[in-house]
């Protein structure tokens, strides 16, 4: 199953200039109107095309150090399914000296994918994971967890994302609402 969803996840994901451009555009347009005292109701549609292409071409340099190819399919009623290739060597030796983890059995560089259902509402979104695997094979939400809180640490969060913590919002954004390879942003 999870080699069947690696592979859907990175099929057809075709990126181009035009379409990270056009992110790029949106990007601007929603945190401006966030940023204005009173932002003017909008909704923006975002495509999968274009958020992945946005990262490939504009974001790789923003990404971690360790995260490579991150991939987005979008699907309606706020399904998610995120895939990178994943330094893992890099998690296993900063947690060196926090005794054993499950992901101290793991090394490499590795395609990892995620599943789940985001849910926003009032300026606060959730993501609700279903499903997770390293290299096609299910793992446990404590080994993605230990993941995304090492890639997501920075001085002000020190701890990294907690994938069960709900978050605000950027840009005066209230809601996402996602169907079938699109999201609108409503602001």
Do not use: C
Not at 145 to 168: C, K, M, W
């Amino acid at each position: 199953m999870a080699a069947l969803v690696s592979s859907v996840v990175r099929a057809d994901v075709a990126r181009s200039k035009v379409d990270a451009d056009q992110m790029l555009q949106k990007i601007v347009l929603i945190a401006t109107n966030g940023l204005a005292q009173r932002p003017a109701p909008r909704n923006t549609t975002v495509t999968e095309q274009e958020v992945n292409s946005f990262l490939a071409i504009h974001a790789r340099k923003d990404l971690p150090a360790g995260v490579i190819d991150p991939i987005i399919k979008i699907a309606p009623a706020g399904r998610l399914t995120g895939s990178a290739i994943v330094d893992l060597d890099a998690v296993r030796k900063a947690q060196r000296d926090a005794g054993f983890s499950a992901v101290s059995l793991l090394s490499g560089r590795l395609p990892i994918q995620a599943a789940g259902v985001l849910r926003t509402s009032n300026g606060v979104g959730k993501f609700e994971l279903h499903e997770a695997w390293v290299s096609g094979i299910p793992v446990p939400k404590a080994l993605l967890q230990q993941i995304v809180a090492h890639y997501s640490r920075t001085p002000e969060s020190p701890g990294g994302v907690n994938l069960d913590a709900p978050f605000e919002l950027p840009a005066s954004i209230r809601e996402i609402r996602t169907g079938q390879g699109q999201a609108i942003v409503v602001q």
